[in-house]
């Protein structure tokens, strides 16, 4: 999760370049171009040389608005201005033009609590709720602390005022991972009583309060049908007559049957929003993802990403405008198929032990989570024109630790690195930014583990905007293992596919031919035992203009065959240019070893 606290002081000048500002005389028109930064409903004018690299806009935005570099994504003209190290003109940004900030604020805050008896608990709070919010949450959670006037929270030794918020928490929160670490004991007043031994007799029954015992009723009888299971039959108060809402999984197959961690996501969220917990929209991200509550309120147990509100989509709440000509905001990606996209990374990613056949239950090889295709109804979502159904991507909720934005690579383990990398080079990734893989602890070995989110913008139908974050971490460098190397020998392009296409996703061509490739490239890359590094290194671009190696590969075999090939002799072609590459590659690795 990122901070979004502001780190110099914020000025409100116009917004100019240093280098401008520092010229002797009067400033050179032809040097400097008038753009528009649009943040939040208001524009602001900002004088911006050509040559100035977006890191450097970036960085002047922060020091005059407060908003740190790595919370802000710049769009232009339909795309993310997001390599930091290219020009103002790579990006084609000319004089008028607006530039859209989208600021990612974290809204989560995770929070691990020990009580003075050693029992421990995590919640994710939205930084704007105050301690007091914390202490219900106890209360809620441990008898012990029922009494909220007798809780006493404590942070690095010092006692928090129950209106504290937990955003300002942060700041003074002196650990070196992303959780907030909170003692919770009795107040001192109750701690300099000796404990009567009749003590848990004067709890008293947890504060609901009435609305929230009126929206937590449900249709005990209708809840046993559906779910087949026991339920709580000592309170069984009548549903409201109607729902105001719907969530249920597209199925285009009767064939498919969903495994049941997937019900178990659907009914969950299903029963957080019968009982009234509302989504809560996250303030990160460009487009609109909602965060889905259990039934108690306490936790989520999804993430909602409907498709029209994706960046640059009809209802995005980021207020980006609509994309002109269809394209999403990253090259060879359409507005409006992101949730596709999202699914199926999570089809595709096979378990290790085997294949997904139709659609397994079991744990994939990179972790991507569970995700499917829903349509859902809720007045929650961002309706400008009056609430309808919409159709989206649901993904289980991952508990974590932040994401790897958070800390430096040199922690992760190597396994979970390459697991990653494998994902994203067949997936031909154009959004692996750290923000987008999340940091949990294994609850075995208490090793870190890495969670894949976020991959609306995966299967591209070019390889221009591919960006790996961990090309630039050391394991990258490391050769795979035998089990990733056996892994990656089983993947096969035609399969998934298929596979894909049964689930209801006819893969358009040209992100068909991108996937074949991808997948070509990562076998054929194993082969010669190149590292990931040096895969990645070939499906991304150093600089904005410069085409990557394997731009240039498509390229060749696009100029040496006639238009009307077959798909099956374009690729044979463009298998035999990417061998030759690839020895070229490979020998000049092993020279410099
Ligand atoms: N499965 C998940 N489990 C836990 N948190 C999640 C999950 N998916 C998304 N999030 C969180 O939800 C927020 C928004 O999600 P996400 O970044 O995917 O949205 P987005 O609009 O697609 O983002 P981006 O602008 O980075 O492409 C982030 O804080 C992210 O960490």
Redesign the pocket.
Known sequence: ??SGVAISPIQTEPVLSPKFMSWPLVPCPDESILIYLSVSGSVMPMRVLESDSIESVKLRIQSYKGFVVKNQ?LVCGGRELARSNSLVRDYGVTDGNVLHL?L?L???QVIKVRSTSGKEFTFYVERGRDVGYVKQQVAKKEKEFDDLDEQEVVCEGEPLEDQRLIDDVCRYNNHNDAAIHLLVRKSSKVRARPVEKNFELDIVAPRLNEGENVRRQYDASEENDRRGDEVDREIVPRKPPDRDFLLEPIIVNPKIEFPSLIWDMVNATIDGLDAGFDPIR?M??????Y?MQDSHGEK?V??F?PIDE??MAVNNPQGLPLSLDGEG?KKGTRVGE?AFREVAAYILDHPESGHRSLFGGSKGFAGV?P?VMVKCLHKGFNHPEGVTVKIGSL??????NG?CEDMGPGAFPLKEVHKISVLDIRMANA?R?A??I?LDKDQENGQTVL?P??H??CLPESFEDCTFEWLYWPQARQPYDSKTIDYIKSLDAEEDIALLRFHGWDMPVACARTFRISTMLLKKGVERGLTPFAIGSIMCRETLKKESVIEEIVQEAQDSTLPVTSEAAFLETLSLIMDHRLDEIAGSASINC
Do not use: C, W
């Open positions: 999760m990122s994504k989208v990612r974290s809204d989560l996250s990160e991200g460009t487009g609109g993802a965060f989520f999804s993430v990403k994706e960046p905001l992101g989570p995700t993904q289980m909720f991952m508990e974590n994401s959004d930014h923000g987008n999340l969670i989110i976020d609306g913008y």
